[in-house]
């Protein structure tokens, strides 16, 4: 893949999934995943929301910002996390939009995206939560609605009453999980002086969380009036390091982080970084080795390992590869993107049965990611099983809002398929959902 971030197209890297409304990239790791979610989890269980049900997700864009469409996702900007000084900093941004969950704002803003009459708002939403949920390159096209700037703020902004009760909440949730929250204080001194900026020229978070001084010094308020004292967060300094250790190796130069490396936190997330930086150089031996010593340092890390499983099958690896993706699996056995990760390795190993047990577990763990659907469609074809595989083609098309696409393989499923079966169901079910899109359409 060309450009200046060198990705492997499975799901066990940093998958880049464009979304054409944000003019951004999603970036799915599972390593990076989990340092977030450990890092969320204390101010999550705070507000009271299940830490298992909301995933912290991050959207490659060098602006600051974070937000959230609904219910079940967070939403960082890489840019907002690489400009976190701190893990406590970190922590901020989360509680605050779990705030924003938690007091319900967000039950609001379907009326508000109906009183601007915007679809394009919720073609953002749709967008994002498909993306979100592994959606490949093609998505943003088939899902999007193609959402204005002002379109997708009428979203995602806040109102500054809201934004005031997400602060006082947020300081709650980090005062009660005994993390500082002068942190907090800090995060918002990033964005002091941008409303005195033309909008075009504010970060986004700032367009989207109303800040003024009246908001600064009441969270200044809060904050001094905690005086309980923080808990130890060596744990939490850890992932924060770790998450940001890795999201800058595969987002900036790799001569950058091979200068900046002998000053990570740990000698395991220096390693990592080395290992990434050589491997994108192309230096093949050089970030086995460095990966290798990683592993030696965490043997019974699933992500160390998912990652050397990554760097073995983009060198072509792909024994090797298979054998470092069974470990991580066999060491995080729910995760579902080190799972896309193996089951892909074994279908490039030639093992399509093999293969098609393990995506099942992927896709079982989440059933909207396209490039699992993807996958297991080739395993079939490479089984013979043209039925099942034109069955995943529709159904991951129909994922993609591809509808046309949906429907010519949806009726070659349907041909192919034992009739009244369960599969031959599922392929009326997409071509009736193609059937109607294509009636609507001639109808515009």
């Not at 990705?7 to 999934?17: P, R, Y």
């Not at 009726?411 to 079910?429: I, N, V």
Request: glycine share 4%; aromatic share 4%; proline share 4%.
């Amino acid at each position: 893949m060309t450009g200046l971030v060198k990705v492997i197209m499975v799901a066990a890297v940093l998958v880049l999934q464009p979304i054409a409304t944000l003019a951004a990239t999603l970036l799915r790791d599972p390593d990076i995943e989990y340092a977030l979610g450990r890092l969320a989890k204390p101010v999550l269980d705070a507000a009271g929301l299940s830490a298992g049900s909301i995933k912290v997700l991050v959207i490659k864009d060098p602006s600051l910002n974070a937000f959230v469409v609904d219910n079940r996702h967070i939403f960082l900007h890489s840019g907002l996390i690489l400009k976190m000084k701190s893990a406590a900093e970190l922590q901020a941004v989360v509680a605050h939009e779990a705030a924003h969950i938690a007091n319900g704002h967000l039950a609001r803003r379907p009326q508000n995206a109906r009183a601007a009459r915007s679809a394009a708002a919720l073609g953002l939403a749709l967008a994002v939560a498909a993306a979100a949920a592994g959606a490949d390159p093609s998505a943003a096209t088939g899902i999007s609605l193609g959402s204005a700037s002002s379109a997708e703020r009428v979203f995602k902004g806040h109102t500054r009453a809201e934004e005031s009760a997400a602060d006082a909440s947020a300081i709650r949730y980090m005062a009660a999980a005994n993390i500082d929250p002068k942190a907090f204080l800090e995060v918002l001194n990033l964005f002091r002086g941008q409303e005195l900026l033309s909008e075009h020229r504010q970060d986004p978070y700032a367009r989207t969380h109303p800040l003024s001084r009246d908001r600064v010094r009441a969270v200044t308020a809060l904050s001094s009036a905690v005086t309980k004292k923080p808990a130890d967060s060596k744990t939490a300094d850890y992932w924060f390091a770790r998450a940001q250790g890795k999201l800058s190796a595969f987002l900036r130069a790799p001569s950058w982080t091979l200068r900046r490396a002998k000053d990570s936190a740990s000698q395991d997330i220096k390693l990592m970084r080395q290992a990434v930086a050589y491997h994108r150089n192309s230096q093949t031996e050089k970030a086995i080795s460095h990966i290798n010593k990683a592993v030696a340092t965490r043997p019974k890390d699933p992500y160390l390992q998912e990652l050397r499983g990554q760097i073995l099958l983009e060198s072509l690896q792909l024994n090797a590869a298979v054998n470092a993706y069974s470990k991580a699996a066999s060491l995080a056995p729910n995760n579902a993107l080190i799972l896309g990760g193996q089951g892909r390795a074994l279908l490039l190993t030639k093992q399509p049965k093999t293969a098609l047990g393990v995506l099942e577990k992927a896709r079982q763990k989440d059933f909207r990611n396209s490039g699992v659907l993807r996958d297991m469609a080739t395993a079939y074809a490479q089984l013979g099983q043209m039925g099942m595989a034109s069955l995943l083609t529709a159904e991951r098309y129909a994922l993609l809002s591809q509808f046309d696409n949906a429907l010519i393989h949806s009726k070659r499923a349907a041909s192919l398929l034992p009739r009244g079966s369960a599969p031959w169901l599922r392929a009326q079910d997409v071509l009736s959902a193609s059937e109607a899109q294509a009636k609507k359409k001639k109808r515009k």
